[in-house]
């Protein structure tokens, strides 16, 4: 089992970056695939990004590729999102999640552990 507590959303200018961080707790953490998602007003959770358990591998939504990088720390028990070159429609509360599958996955499903989020607003 994995707890998971996300920090560091906020306010920022649109063009702007922000870096939010997800704490886990849970003596597996190495073996998770990882995940961020967002939800937004009125829409549906969506898949932002993910990591496999060694960090080596990542994969990213198109709507965010070239602009965020998940990243992990095993030892500290850490995921990171760096996002960089922010626009409004990248407003909304920001989930970091753990799935059972080492490879990560771009499924909501696949992922049985979830923190409660941080709210990211970008304004224009």
């Known amino acids: 089992q994995v707890t998971l507590v996300e920090s560091g959303g906020g306010l920022v200018q649109a063009g702007g970056s922000l870096r939010i961080s997800c704490a886990a707790s849970?003596?597996?953490?190495?073996?998770?695939?990882m995940g961020w998602f967002r939800q937004a007003p009125a829409k549906e959770r969506e898949w932002v990004a993910g990591?496999?358990?060694?960090?080596?591998?990542?994969g990213y939504a198109d709507s965010v590729k070239g602009r965020f990088t998940i990243s992990r720390d095993n030892v500290k028990k850490m995921v990171f999102l760096q996002m960089n070159s922010l626009k409004p429609e990248d407003t909304a509360v920001y989930y970091c999640?753990?799935?059972?599958?080492?490879?990560?996955?771009?499924?909501?499903?696949?992922?049985?552990?979830w923190g409660q989020g941080t709210q990211v607003t970008v304004s224009s």
């Open positions: 990591i496999d358990f060694s960090g080596r591998q990542t």
């Open positions: 999640a753990a799935s059972r599958i080492p490879k990560g996955s771009s499924a909501r499903p696949d992922y049985g552990a």
């Open positions: 849970g003596r597996l953490f190495s073996s998770y695939g």
